[in-house]
């Protein structure tokens, strides 16, 4: 890609946004442990503000320094053919893990051990 830009901001920063995204549903589903529901809402919001500076300052910053690292030793070893490949790996980790979270459920991508006990 000509400009590492373009790629930063129309692929990069919204896959780490889909990533915040899920975050925010691993955030949700452990919070039902918790009973009061402010002190529910409280930890939900508190845990999305943290992750979101998380991701915004650290997440896509990691990735978009992977991609220019990768841009250039693609170039040298098989032109845009490595980065183009990074990019539909990336695109397909984020849509098992939707897949996972939304249809099989949110306990699926955790370890057991993190799992909800039953009926929360």
Not at 5 to 23: A, E, K, S
Not at 38 to 44: D, E, G, H, P, V
Not at 56 to 69: D, E, M, Q, T, Y
Request: glycine share 10%; net charge positive.
């Amino acid at each position: 890609m000509k400009n590492p830009n373009v790629v930063r901001h129309y692929y990069v920063l919204p896959c780490c946004l889909l990533l915040l995204n899920l975050c925010v549903e691993l955030v949700s589903y452990k919070a039902k442990m918790i009973d009061d529901v402010l002190l529910r809402t409280l930890a939900i919001m508190g845990m999305v503000i943290f992750g979101g500076s998380l991701v915004g300052f650290v997440v896509a910053p990691a990735i978009g320094l992977l991609v220019s690292w990768m841009q250039r030793s693609s170039r040298q070893r098989w032109g845009g053919l490595g980065e183009l490949f990074f990019l539909l790996m990336l695109g397909l980790v984020i849509f098992w893990l939707y897949y996972r979270v939304y249809i099989v459920g949110p306990a699926s991508v955790l370890p057991v051990e993190w799992a909800n006990p039953r009926g929360g």
